[in-house]
């Protein structure tokens, strides 16, 4: 019988000083690394460097000996989850792999869908960009426009929120909220500026909570309307939502994690469980799931300019930093990188500035030594590289 995980997170939150704000770690902890992942060296140490793609001529690859590579990287970290790879805009690699509910021995497919956790911030700053390039706000508008009660929201611009430059940060966890109006509300009563830490990368999911609530006072919609008429209506997403009512879809993958600190085997062991607080808490920042393809189609449709002007995207995806962060993604030369975390869910990918290759790893599975970003970033190195099927 699988046993619940409450004790475990609460746990872990103790141990990671967070203690009621636990939702700040799972919607970002991984992400506060600097410019290229490192991966624990229980597995395989690796940089993601942009390398010399195959050049010009587009290189046919071997389908089965694709797949017997992309296979034996996810094998080799023990990936429970799906994948999918693309090249040339063609899907190479789609696989579903491990339960997606163990105890009814249920498998992971195509089509299951899992949280994105902090990669829904980049949505968020794709929605900010449309704003913007319809004149209804200004990356250059400071806070103090939309939410002059946060005190030195006049020395913060809009810019510096989506960069994680701020300074803000929010000082606690609430004990009940409803609707995204109280979380608002809640949000602008325990927010702290740090005046002296503005323009220093410091990663604090409240900055896109913030910048969330604007979307909602400059569109006068709710965020969730906003973010589905513009992100999953308007690209066809059939398997995308919020995550309020995901447990009830028939391609729900639950969130596991092992009970065993430092275990890395599958066992399934304990499933993690989400409140609808923790849900609500996580405005703007970790509240959507999405397949494997919804996911690449999605945030291709941001690059190629169907959800802000194509013009615009190299201005929203800037690094505001060394950490290479900025718009809600890590930003380099040829390939932007999301990634998040959260209630035994793993979200990664890496896609070209181009849309034409990608990699997407979503996990229902976390282990804090088996992160499956590391098969993600392993993955893109071999496409990129020109040595997927030699």
């Known amino acids: 019988m699988n ?10 939150g103790a141990v990671l000083g967070l203690g009621g704000g636990l939702a700040w770690w799972f919607n970002g902890q991984t992400q506060q690394t600097k410019a290229e992942p490192k991966v624990s060296s229980s597995v395989v140490v690796r940089k993601v460097k942009p390398k010399k793609k195959v050049p010009a001529k587009k290189r046919k690859l071997a389908p089965a000996a694709t797949t017997r590579q992309i296979d034996a990287v996810l094998q080799a970290n023990r990936f429970v ?55 209804k706000v200004a990356l250059s508008d400071p806070l103090s426009k939309y939410y ?6 006049n ?31 809640f949000i602008l009563n325990n927010v702290v500026s740090q005046p002296a830490k503005i323009g220093r990368w410091h990663y604090s999911p409240v900055n896109f909570m913030l910048l969330a609530g604007i979307i909602q006072k400059v569109s006068g919609e709710s965020y969730q309307d906003y973010f589905t008429q513009n992100i999953i209506d308007a690209g066809n997403l059939q398997h995308s939502g919020f995550v309020f009512n995901m447990a009830n879809r028939s391609d729900y993958s639950q969130g596991y994690t092992n009970s065993k600190t430092g275990s890395v085997l599958p066992t399934y062991d304990t499933e993690y469980g989400e409140s609808k607080l923790s849900m609500l808490y996580q405005f703007g920042t970790g509240q959507v799931y999405m397949s494997v393809n919804d ?7 941001m690059l190629l ?6 013009k615009d995207v190299n201005v929203l995806l800037v690094p505001g930093s060394a950490s290479m962060y900025g718009g809600g993604l890590y930003v380099y030369p040829t390939y932007v ?16 500035k181009d849309g034409q290759d990608g990699v997407v790893l979503l996990s229902n599975y976390y282990r804090a030594n088996q992160l499956s970003q590391t098969a993600a970033i392993q993955l893109w190195n071999l496409l990129e590289g020109g040595n997927l099927g030699k």
């Open 3 to 12: 046993s619940k995980v409450w004790g475990t997170v609460l746990a872990l």
């Open 295 to 301: 996911l690449f189609q999605a945030e291709r449709n």
């Open 155 to 185: 020395q913060i611009t809009l810019r510096e929120m989506l960069d994680m430059k701020s300074g803000l940060v929010l000082t606690a966890f609430p004990n009940s909220i409803r609707t995204e109006q109280q979380m608002i509300k």
């Open 337 to 352: 990188r999301g990634h998040g975390l959260a209630y035994g869910y793993e979200a990664t990918f890496l896609l070209s």
């Open 305 to 310: 300019g169907k959800v802000y002007p194509q």
């Open 81 to 135: 989850g799906t994948a999918l790879v693309v090249h040339h805009n063609q899907t190479i690699y789609q696989q579903g792999w491990g339960y997606a509910d163990a105890a009814n021995r249920q498998k992971n497919h195509v089509n299951s869908v899992y949280q994105l956790a902090s990669i829904q911030k980049s949505f968020t700053a794709g929605l900010l960009m449309k704003l913007a390039s319809e004149n």
């Open 148 to 153: 002059p009660q946060i005190a030195g929201s």
